[in-house]
Structures are given as C-alpha cells and as structure tokens.
C-alpha cells in the first residue's frame, strides 16, 4: 500500500492500523535545533482524543505519544522523528457482523475491490484512529511555525448537520466539545447530538482553518500550488468531500469586482483569495473550509451486499463518532500546518528566506 507520505522537504509517513498494536509516524526533514519535548505533542494530542464527551466514541484510549528517535536532551538532531501511540482499547469483536459485509458510504467496498482483502477491524487503515499520527506531526509543525514566523494555525466548527455557528470569539473554541466559536448555540448543538444518537445515525459538519502570520512568497505557480497542497492534504482526511480556499464556492455568485482583493498602501481590503494568489501565499491569513461527511458506521440498518455480492442488511455496532467532525478541528490545523512547514522549508531552500 503506498500513498501515506505527505510533504517534500518536511515528510510525514504515517502508519498503523485502528486495531493493530500501535499506530504512529516517521517525520524526515524537521531541521535540528527545535525545542521539543513529548508535552510539546500531547497537548494537541488531548484535543483530538476519543471519549472525551458522551458526543464522540467512548472508545478510551490515552493517545500517550513516545518519541522514538530524532530528539535528544530535549532538541530535534535532525535525524527522523518517530511517533508511537500505542492501541489499548480496541474491541474488534464489535465487528465480527460486518467482517463479510460492506457498510455504505464506508471504504470498506472500495479496499476490498482494490486489495482483495480487508481489515474490518475498525475500519483498519481506513479508521479515523489514524489521524492521531498526523496529529502528533502537526503539534512538532505548529511549534516550528511559531518560532520562526509567529505564524499561528487555529480552526473552529462552523456548522453542525443543518445548525450554523456564527463566529463569536477564538477564546470559546476552547470551552466546549465542539469547538465551537459562540457559547450560545452549545446548548442546541448538545441537544441535536443527543437526539442523534438516540436515532443510532449520524450526521456531517463544517470546519473551518485558519493561518496567521503567513509571510507572502511561500508556494509554487503551477503543480506544487500552496492551495493545491493544502486542498491535497486535508482530502486525505477521512470523511472530507469538499475543500474551499477563501471565498470558495461563494465566488461563483461574486463578480469579479467583489472577489478581486484591492490593495492599498496599508494592505488589501478583503481575502476572498484566502491568501492565496497564484498558488503563491500573499502575506494575508490564509483560510480553508472543509466539509466532513455523516458517518458510515451507523445502527440505521442499510441495504449493501456481502463479498458473494449478495443483498444483505447492514447494521454497525461498536463505538463509533456519530459526527467526525467533532474531533476533526485539531486534525484540520494540522494538516495545514505539515503543509504550511514544507513549504517553508522549501521557500528558504529555494529563496533563502
């Protein structure tokens, strides 16, 4: 299986499986020098990790990264950094019903016409467990990007199944499951979630990413676009069907005398290009939307067929996040930051600056 590498100068490999013994990454590339220590990972780590409401899994794991290699006395060497974060709450018996069987809307289908074999153990390599790792390499970008660019990466929830979150303040995105930026609308969104899982279903939601402090240069004019990168990153996590940069969609109905940014001395007026330009970062925030699909293992029983191709009803037990995109926030941020570094990195290989 190839495809799970992201990024040129600073690499990410991820590996593992949800029900295998551990899960984890090598990074290549994370320049020496870097203060680093496991907290460094684990506070970003703690965002994402399961169980920490009754509107996500209840699967408890402790996500506890181990730094393996690549530090030493507290300092990256330059050498690969690998991140183990071993599985301790797996129950794959949950599973044994779908084991022949293919849940709709899953991976399940496509990995079994692709591969001829599956693990059905959570969904295998396909489970969201596998963003953690990518978590873990996020937290180590995060830090670089600060240091020597006070660039800042944050995202929140904007929307939850038909409920929009009007933007409030950064300060409450921290204050509830959610990461949602209003207070006011916490309360509905609980009581959505609640009724959800009573209907053993599931729903989709909208998150939005944000970059700040993004010197203007970094990215390429044609196939490495900072845009291009960026919207290749973030379709690579799990449930994700569509990435906007900016205005997005939105600019469809704009003319282009509303979507053209204007400049001034004092600088642009507006960031439909969400800082983008060209493929080329334009020193404004650069901003991504993502919108996450419902997910596919629910209790709603729905009609598939098994691996004889036969009509079969499909019903998932075990525990599973009615709505990804709960967790998906400090996953999003991550990823825009593995991108954010190995362009960077390439900038001050190829400009020096």
Not at 121 to 147: F, M, Y
Not at 159 to 188: H, K, M, R, Y
Not at 192 to 209: F, H, K, P, T
Request: hydrophobic share 35%; net charge negative.
């Amino acid at each position: 299986m190839s495809g799970n590498s992201i990024g040129k100068l600073f690499c990410v490999t991820n590996f593992g499986e949800s029900h295998g013994p551990a899960i984890g990454a090598v990074i290549d590339g994370c320049p020496p020098g870097l203060a680093l220590n496991e907290e460094d990972i684990q506070v970003e780590l703690d965002r994402r990790r399961p169980g920490t409401s009754r509107h996500v899994t209840q699967r408890q794991e402790a996500d506890r990264v181990e730094v393996l290699s690549g530090v030493y006395e507290g300092v990256t060497t330059g050498a690969p950094i690998g991140l183990l974060i071993r599985n301790t709450d797996a129950r794959s018996k949950d599973y044994s019903n779908i084991e022949d069987t293919f849940r709709p809307g899953h991976a399940d289908y496509a990995y079994w016409q692709k591969y001829g074999i599956r693990d059905p153990r959570g969904g295998g390599r396909s489970s969201a467990r596998l963003t953690a790792p990518t978590v873990a390499a996020g937290a180590i970008a995060k830090k670089w990007l600060a240091q020597q660019f006070g660039i800042r990466v944050r995202g929140y929830m904007s929307q939850l199944g038909p409920i929009t979150i009007p933007f409030e303040s950064w300060d409450e995105v921290s204050n509830n499951p959610f990461f949602a930026p209003n207070a006011t609308v916490v309360a509905q969104l609980e009581a959505y979630m609640d009724q959800l899982r009573r209907d053993g279903d599931s729903i989709g939601a909208r998150i939005e990413v944000v970059a700040e402090g993004v010197p203007a240069g970094w990215g390429e004019p044609v196939y490495d676009r900072l845009d291009a990168d960026i919207a290749h990153a973030m379709m690579g996590l799990n449930a994700v069907k569509g990435v906007s940069i900016g205005a997005g969609f939105d600019s469809i109905a704009q003319r282009g005398s509303e979507h053209g940014d204007e400049i001034t001395p004092d600088g642009f007026l507006s960031n439909n290009a969400g800082g983008v330009l060209g493929g080329i970062s334009s020193g404004q925030p650069v901003t991504v939307s993502l919108a996450i699909k419902p997910t596919s293992s629910i209790r709603v029983e729905r009609r598939s067929v098994n691996r004889a191709n036969e009509p079969v009803q499909v019903q998932t037990l075990g525990r599973h996040d009615p709505c990804v995109g709960i967790r998906a926030t400090p996953i999003a941020e991550a990823l825009l930051a593995i991108v954010l570094m190995d362009h960077g990195l390439r900038q001050r290989g190829q400009c020096g600056a």
